[in-house]
């Protein structure tokens, strides 16, 4: 391990996704291969939204600002995971660590609020629908995109600020392929019970509440759905098939991760790349598919 003068470590060496020296080319191939897909993916729908005058709506914007965050969550880690394939000592500096810390929970805890902003968005065009343009404004839109930013920020902050004065002077292996927030404290040369108990009530409160803001909202908008029987009720199943779909792929790997206690690191592993990976790949798939509109641009 590598330490200053003072015994504080410099830098962090990540285990990977595996041990197996002969399984590094091949995951360096397949990974790649993903991530090009993710940009490929979610660029074609930012260009298709702002080029298309017909998709110029307050649902195709949000749709639009979520492409964007999952290239952000894919990009915060992927190319460092990918790069890393091809070397064997896989190190990363205490302030790249913090950087990466700051950047997953940044973009992670915006894209919660973002699918919150979704929810509300088709509440109003389906529960509220001679109303939907004078409610969803341009001044609303924007609105809905910057307060994600805004949350992701604060939550950020406040994760940071639980890790960035712990003392590192020991060990310095991480079990991951990123910097997780988790699994670095465990790293620290004092107890970090309590600290644990605060990073993870901190991201539980926000995943938490906004599961259950969107648990609340999609119900609401199924009630008023199932009461109502046409066209246009029928298309409105289809794009909240989409909706939710994309919810429970989203928020099913960040509870596991921070806030069910009985994940084993192995476990966290798998999730970690559904969460970064796979996720922000399956979303354009999702809403092209179930969305008419978009295919036929």
Request: charged share 10%; net charge neutral.
């Amino acid at each position: 391990m590598t330490k200053t003068n003072h015994s504080r470590v410099t830098e962090f060496v990540f285990l990977g996704l595996s041990n197996s020296q002969e399984l590094q080319p091949f995951l360096f191939i397949i990974f790649s291969l993903l991530y090009l897909a993710i940009l490929l993916g979610n660029f074609l729908i930012i260009l298709t939204v702002t080029s298309d005058s017909r998709l110029h709506t307050p649902m195709y914007f949000l749709l639009a600002n979520l492409s964007f965050i999952d290239i952000c969550v894919a990009s915060f880690a992927t190319p460092k995971m990918i790069s890393d394939f091809l070397v064997e000592r896989k190190t990363i500096s205490f302030e790249a660590c913090l950087a990466q810390i700051f950047f997953v929970h940044l973009f992670a805890g915006g894209e919660m609020v973002v699918l919150v902003s979704m929810a509300y968005d088709r509440y109003v065009a389906i529960c509220k629908p001679l109303h939907y343009m004078t409610i969803m404004n341009w001044r609303v839109c924007i609105t809905l995109v910057l307060v994600p930013w805004c949350v992701g920020f604060i939550h950020t902050t406040s994760q940071l600020a639980f890790t960035v004065n712990l003392p590192f002077c020991g060990p310095n292996q991480v079990d991951s392929f990123f910097c997780d927030l988790p699994l670095v404290t465990k790293l620290a040369c004092t107890d970090t019970y309590v600290v644990s108990l605060l990073i993870v009530a901190d991201s539980g409160f926000l995943s938490m509440s906004s599961f259950l803001l969107l648990v609340v909202s999609y119900t609401v908008i199924f009630i008023t759905v199932r009461n109502r029987s046409s066209a246009s009720m029928a298309t409105a199943r289809s794009t909240l098939t989409a909706h939710i779909t994309v919810v429970i792929l989203f928020f099913g790997p960040c509870i596991f991760i921070y806030v069910w206690p009985f994940s084993g690191y192995s476990v966290d592993k798998v999730l970690a790349v559904f969460y970064i990976i796979f996720t922000p790949i399956l979303n354009p798939v999702i809403y092209t598919l179930r969305n008419k509109e978009v295919k036929a641009c």
